[in-house]
């Protein structure tokens, strides 16, 4: 088997890399997904209570009164700050993958070429 030049294996680093980075990307993505589900979730069943009805958030390790209307406000504020961060996360997700093809496509061309003007052996 020949050896692969270096300037390739450099490349392949790269590409490691890069995929690495996507799935932490991906990884991010899905937990931001189920903290928005959670969210949403919790609007909904807010939404269920009467005006009146006593409610609680969740602070660290303690639960604190809190009035309906101004836990509704808080939980749509994080749910739209998530959504923005949710977005992009997906737009660095993209790149990253498009990046990743044209890297793939690079190697290839470069590994093909390394063995097509290979040695006269083959």
């Known amino acids: 088997m020949e050896q692969i030049p270096?300037?390739?294996?450099?490349?392949?680093?790269?590409?490691?890399?890069?995929?690495?980075?996507?799935?932490?990307?991906?990884?991010?993505?899905?937990?931001?997904e189920l903290q928005l589900k959670?969210?949403?979730?919790?609007?909904?069943?807010?939404?269920?209570?009467?005006?009146?009805?006593?409610?609680?958030?969740?602070?660290?390790?303690?639960?604190i009164r809190s009035e309906k209307a101004k836990l509704a406000a808080?939980?749509?504020?994080?749910?739209?700050?998530?959504?923005?961060?949710m977005k992009t996360l997906q737009r660095q997700e993209e790149k990253f993958q498009a990046r990743l093809k044209e890297m793939q496509t690079k190697i290839q061309e470069a590994l093909k070429a390394g063995r097509g003007g290979g040695s006269p052996a083959e």
């Open 6 to 32: 270096p300037q390739i294996q450099h490349q392949l680093a790269q590409f490691q890399q890069i995929q690495q980075q996507v799935q932490a990307l991906a990884s991010q993505r899905l937990q931001m």
């Open 38 to 63: 959670e969210m949403e979730k919790a609007a909904e069943e807010l939404e269920k209570l009467a005006p009146e009805a006593e409610v609680y958030k969740s602070i660290g390790s303690i639960l």
């Open 74 to 85: 808080e939980l749509k504020e994080k749910r739209e700050t998530l959504d923005l961060r």
